[in-house]
Nanobody
Framework: QVQLMESGGGLVQPGGSLRLSCPVS????????MHWHRQPSPGNEREFVA????????YYVDSVKGRFTISRDNAKNTVYLEMSSLKPEDTGVYYC?????????WGQGTQVTVSS
């Protein structure tokens, strides 16, 4: 059974930093493309933030380029999202997901609030 569990969210002031973590149980991690998405509010759609391939190729949505860094540790079956220079518009629930073949597995999300 594949399980993902995000952590590291919280309340931070504009300009601050947070590091999100997402360990993945099961044996799929090393061959999965790992994604981060966010949902600004329950009424908004979930939006793509970044992904990282098994061989460490990365891609970011334009709004976070230069501020966010996605990385993975295959020995720990964990994907990270390092966020800096945070803005109020980065607020939302952040979800990690693992795309393995035709299957996508999602975590439960962690809340990030950027506010003074």
């Amino acid at each position: 059974q594949v399980q993902l569990m995000e952590s590291g969210g919280g309340l931070v002031q504009p300009g601050g930093s947070l590091r999100l973590s997402c360990p993945v149980s099961g044996s799929i991690f090393s061959t999965s493309v790992m994604h981060w998405h966010r949902q600004p509010s329950p009424g908004n759609e979930r939006e793509f933030v970044a992904f990282i391939t098994p061989d460490d190729n990365t891609y970011y949505v334009d709004s976070v380029k230069g501020r966010f860094t996605i990385s993975r540790d295959n020995a720990k079956n964990t994907v990270y999202l390092e966020m800096s220079s945070l803005k109020p518009e980065d607020t939302g629930v952040y979800y990690c997901s693992a795309r393995f073949g035709s299957h996508t597995y999602w975590g439960q999300g962690t809340q990030v609030t950027v506010s003074s």
